[in-house]
Structures are given as structure tokens and as C-alpha cells.
């Protein structure tokens, strides 16, 4: 029950009839046992406060105790110990009638009053007071149910009602093994079960109609289905350490390990073509490893049950890899990286330092030599040349070695072009058809001496004259 009530004006109390409502009397006081009303005001208590004008002198009123508002409370009523003490004796009675009283003034509005449960707990006095077929008089146990009537130490009581079910002197409370004698309480595992009632006394988890040749296993040791010992180590013994390839193909990666407890190891590595052993007691390396996956597995001299193994990886970078986006509009390049942690470029002579996986750069000419690295060498450097133009345009010029590279236009339709190259003096070098790839043709010039040379390009409808020179 729970309640919040204007104290001595709003009130509580449990009534009974024992004539079917006709008369009803007021049940308990404040000194009913165990704890029931918290009030015994009545109006003529009251005095010159004039208040309690509905109280009965026995009740219920104010507010629950601090501490315990907004919880329910369970308030009590013992027949059998109220009787004792002087009150009615209801236990006789056959019909017996309940109703709660509430009463409230309208000046003041609380929260009233909340019962949960209204429970009425006892037994029938008959001759089979806890009803499980066994009448009282051969029932070994006449007030708890148990039509088994199991009675263990065979002392006539039965073992729901025992408090020692196996008669050995020991409360079952108290004893490791309740239900078979043993007053010496054995436990030669100490855990908490008797010895004679242990299906497992060394406790290493084999059952002892197993355990046959090793029952008394040391604590904590690790044992095969038979219950015996056999060798291991915890599995915080070894450590493996891994090391990747510095760069792709360096075939320089390696395995490290080491172990806690000095004994005399054998590691063997297999995988990506290699299976090759090393001795060691607390570490050893293996070296000079290609990326891949391997299996690295350790066994003990002297035991020869004994084997830990681990899959391990071998891990190598990314190689470089830059891809360009040109904006003509704002005159800029947007560079997307993968493959390394920093990446060094270099545009039109001017360098850059990024760590991050994209980077914008203005572009300052029609020409812009673009260079990007890593702080790895061996991964290599990526160059492009980025032509800002809607006209033809041929670079580089002069160009020392490599291609010579003719552009277009990006308004250019051209599926192939004639190239002509002759020296300024008139001598033709070559003269022949190319295939237009992305609006550029490309021709090599190692082979060229150095000088001056002029190129004529000619398309379907045009005839373009241009000096070159070779460095």
C-alpha cells in the first residue's frame, strides 16, 4: 500500500464482519502485530485542534515515512499473535467478511491512497493441513507439502521440514553434502562439496568414474579426457611481431618472436615458398621475406604433444597511385593520392608537402610540368604535363629527349594527321600518317641530331608550319 493523505483529516482503516456485513468492527490498533496502523487519534484526542473528526482511533493517515514515499509499503495483520495479545480471535470464525475504509474531508486535495494486493495467508485445520494426500497424523511433514514423504536420514521428519537430511549433525545450511552423512565434512578440493558427494574431487573437470589414474590432479593444471597432465604453456608465452616490406618486391620483411618462459624452442616457418626452421630459447627473427601469408608454428624439445601455431601476413605498401582533374574555369588542378603517408609534388617548379589524400594547385601556364613522389623512393615518381589551351600546341619545345608531343585543341574532331619533319635546310626526315589519341599525336625524337627542324602538320582541311628544337 501506498499514501499521501492530509494528516488526521483524510483516513484509512480495515473493517470485518463475522455476519455476512450486518455488523462490522474495526480490525487491529496501533499495536497490532506486526506492524499495521500508524495512528490512534481520534476527535475527543485531539483537543482544542479540532481535527480528526472521522477517526475511529485506529488508522492509517498523513503522509508513508521519508525514505520510503512513492514506494509501496506491505503492512501486516498476525491473527494467531493479535489473539495472543488480547485481540479478537478471528481464527475460529468460518465466514469472515474484509473491506477497507477511506475518508476524506474536501478542503485539501493529496494523493490518496493505492492498495496493490489484499492477501489473507494461513492454512486449513483439518486433517491434512498442507493438503498433499497425507493425512496429518502420517504425514512426516504436516505443514509443508511432500507427497513423496522422502526422508533421507530416516528420522521420521521428512526432508522438506529437515533442517539436517542426512542426520550427520551438520544443518543442512552448513553442510557440503546434505543429503549423504559426513560429519568430517571432507573436501579435499575445496570447493564447497563434500568429498563424498564430488563426482569430480580434484576439480580438474573429468568426472571420477574417468579419472581413474590421475585423481588427484594439481590445481589449475591442463589435463586430457582421461584426467591426466600434459604440457602446456599459457597463451601469453609468445609474442609474434610482424614487419612488412619497406616497399613492393623488397623482399625485406621479417617475423619476430619471443617467449616468456626459457625452454628450448623449435620455430618453423611455412608459406609463400618457404619452410625453414630456427632453434632458440626466449626469441629469434626470420628475415628477408617476401609479402605473403605464412604459418609460423612452435614446439618444445622434449614434448613431443606440443605445438602452437599462428597464420601470420606479410604486408608490402600500395604502389603510388595520382589521378588529375583539371578545372579550366578557376585554372586549377585537384590531385587525388593513394599509396604512401606523405606526398612531395613539384608544379611548374614550385613544391607542395601533403599528407592528406587530395590536394588543389593553381596552374599557372598554357604549359604546367606536374611531379609526384613519396618519402619512399622506391615507389617511384608520376609526371604528367598539363596543357591549358584550346589551340594547337606542341611541347615540350625545345625538348632535349623522350616524346614530342603535339596537341590539338580540345575542339578538335581529327582522327589522324600527316606529320612532316625536315631540317632547316630543307631535308626531309620522315613524313607519315598518325592516329589521334585524346586530341595529342606523339612522336619520338632520340633519334633526331640536335638542331633546328620544321614540322608541318597537315589535317583534312588544314596545313600548320612549326619550328622545332632538339636539345
Not at 553434502?177 to 569430480?200: F, K, M, R, S, T
Amino acid at each position: 500500500m501506498a499514501y499521501d493523505l492530509e494528516l488526521y483529516f483524510d483516513i484509512v482503516y480495515v473493517e470485518y464482519s463475522t455476519d455476512s456485513g450486518v455488523n462490522w468492527n474495526i480490525l487491529g490498533n496501533i499495536n497490532s502485530e506486526p506492524n499495521w496502523y500508524n495512528s490512534d487519534r481520534t476527535n475527543d484526542s485531539s483537543g482544542t485542534d479540532d481535527d480528526c473528526q472521522n477517526c475511529p482511533g485506529a488508522q492509517w493517515t498523513g503522509e508513508i515515512p521519508d525514505g520510503q514515499i512513492g514506494e509501496f509499503q506491505e503492512y501486516a495483520y498476525d491473527f494467531v499473535a493479535n489473539a495472543a495479545l488480547g485481540e479478537t480471535d478471528l481464527t475460529g470464525e468460518s465466514n469472515v467478511i474484509f473491506r477497507i475504509v477511506f475518508q476524506s474531508d474536501p478542503a485539501v486535495t493529496r494523493e490518496g491512497v493505492i492498495i496493490d494486493d489484499f492477501v489473507v495467508d494461513g492454512f486449513q485445520d483439518d486433517e491434512d493441513d498442507d493438503n498433499d494426500g497425507i493425512l496429518d497424523v502420517d504425514d512426516n511433514c504436516p505443514l509443508i507439502s511432500n507427497s513423496n514423504q522422502l526422508d533421507t536420514d530416516g528420522d521420521g521428519e521428512g526432508d522438506v521440514c529437515d533442517t539436517d537430511d542426512d542426520g550427520d549433525g551438520i544443518l543442512d545450511i552448513n553442510d557440503n553434502c546434505p543429503l549423504i552423512a559426513n560429519a568430517d565434512q571432507a573436501d579435499i578440493d575445496n570447493d564447497g562439496i563434500g568429498d563424498v558427494c564430488d563426482e569430480d574431487n580434484d576439480n580438474d573437470g573429468v568426472p571420477d568414474t574417468i579419472d581413474i589414474i590421475c585423481p588427484n590432479t594439481p590445481e589449475g593444471a591442463v589435463v586430457d579426457v582421461t584426467g591426466c597432465a600434459v604440457f602446456s604453456l599459457p597463451g601469453s608465452n609468445f609474442r609474434v611481431l610482424t614487419i612488412g616490406e619497406s616497399c613492393i618486391s623488397s623482399n625485406n620483411g621479417s617475423v619476430a618472436i619471443e617467449a616468456e618462459t626459457t625452454l628450448n624452442y623449435t620455430a618453423t616457418l611455412t608459406g609463400s615458398g618457404i619452410d625453414t626452421s630456427a632453434n632458440f630459447s626466449d626469441a629469434t627473427v626470420f628475415e628477408n621475406l617476401a609479402a605473403g601469408n605464412y604459418t609460423v608454428c612452435l614446439t618444445v624439445a622434449g614434448q613431443a604433444g606440443y605445438e602452437n601455431c599462428f597464420d601470420i601476413t606479410i604486408s608490402e605498401p600500395e604502389a603510388l597511385s595520382v589521378s588529375s582533374k583539371i578545372s579550366s574555369l578557376n585554372n586549377e588542378v585537384i590531385l587525388n593520392f593513394s599509396g604512401g603517408k606523405n606526398y612531395f609534388i613539384t608544379l611548374n617548379g614550385s613544391r607542395y608537402e601533403t599528407s592528406e589524400s587530395s590536394i588543389t594547385l593553381p596552374l599557372s601556364g598554357v604549359e604546367n610540368t606536374l611531379s609526384v613522389k613519396t618519402d619512399k623512393d622506391c615507389q617511384g615518381v608520376y609526371e604528367e604535363t598539363i596543357v591549358l589551351t584550346t589551340e594547337l600546341f606542341i611541347y615540350p619545345n625545345p625538348v632535349s629527349s623522350g616524346d614530342l608531343t603535339v596537341y590539338l585543341g580540345n575542339t578538335s574532331r581529327t582522327k589522324q594527321v600527316e606529320l612532316s619533319l625536315y631540317t632547316i635546310s630543307g631535308l626531309k626526315v620522315f613524313s607519315k600518317p598518325f592516329n589521334v589519341m585524346e586530341n595529342e599525336v606523339r612522336f619520338n625524337v632520340d633519334g633526331l641530331a640536335k638542331g633546328i627542324y620544321l614540322l608541318n602538320i597537315k589535317t583534312e582541311n588544314t596545313l600548320l608550319n612549326y619550328k622545332i628544337i632538339r636539345k
